[in-house]
């Protein structure tokens, strides 16, 4: 089940891939499509989860070789022009940014948590290595929460109200609501809390993911964050699991199953 759990996030970014820049606002929409592919968010997933192997500290030192090292190994994964020149610098600094990029790669921390402070701690180191910004900060511990509160077997009503209550988003609205007018939003505030309605919407994880990308706008990253909430909950359909594996490079995937591994066993330091 762990593997399914790790690759909802993954597969959330690739069937969102190619929607990103050209958005749909149907749940009708071919899933895999000429083009799709992995972008930023599975490769920074995946960064977080080998920093969460390798580094016994957790320090955001460590973090940053992690997500440099994986980043400058796939440089054309779509980042966006502030993250890229920091995936580069000699010495990178955090840049005060509410992107969601903070929200996209946090999932491997909920997976991992073994309490809900640790998750949120975990969650908060994760962004202000680049995304520092309280509101960056506020959307990775956002989601992080949810994918920890799912995985120990909450109900969507306590998810919703512990999200609505510690992070002040409003979750009462509905997708039929959000979409006419919903436009492409690359902030925390203006994605995550769309990213947990689809969660808190659908009744399947094949059903959250085309509720995700249904919206527009920065799809990729809408359909990771709600994917890996959605694949605590809901098993992926094997068609998904199998044709998302594939399309990972073995780099990605050799991380992806270690950590896997280690997460099942226990074993992380």
């Not at 505030?189 to 995700?212: C, D, K």
């Amino acid at each position: 089940m762990e593997n399914v759990k790790m690759l909802g996030a993954l597969a959330g970014d690739i069937i969102g891939s190619v929607y990103e820049f050209a958005n749909t606002k149907s749940t009708d929409f071919e899933l895999f499509p000429v083009g799709a592919t992995f972008t930023d968010d599975s490769v920074m997933t995946l960064a977080v989860a080998k920093w969460l192997l390798e580094d016994e500290s957790r320090s955001p030192w460590g973090l940053i070789v992690a997500m440099q090292e994986l980043g400058r190994r796939h440089p054309g994964a779509g980042y966006g022009g502030h993250f890229y020149r920091w995936l580069f610098a000699e010495e990178p600094q955090p840049y005060n940014s509410w992107g969601n990029g903070a929200g996209m790669r946090v999932s491997p921390v909920g997976l991992y948590a073994k309490t809900l402070d640790e998750a949120l701690a975990l969650a908060a180191v994760t962004a202000s290595v680049s995304h520092n910004h309280p509101e960056g900060v506020k959307g990775a511990q956002a989601i992080a929460a949810s994918v920890f509160l799912c995985k120990e077997g909450k109900s969507k009503q306590e998810i919703k109200s512990y999200v609505e209550r510690t992070f002040g988003y409003n979750l009462s609205r509905t997708i039929a609501e959000i979409r006419p007018d919903y436009s492409f939003d690359v902030s925390c505030q203006g994605s995550v809390p769309e990213a947990i309605i689809t969660f808190l919407e659908g009744n399947s994880f094949e059903e959250i993911i085309r509720l995700a990308i249904s919206l527009g706008g920065d799809s990729d990253t809408i359909g990771c964050m709600a994917g890996a909430i959605a694949a605590c909950r809901y098993e992926i359909p094997l068609y998904i699991a199998e044709r998302c594996d594939k399309i990972l490079t073995e780099d990605l995937r050799e991380i992806k199953d270690a950590f896997i591994d280690s997460c099942a066993e226990d074993k992380l330091p």
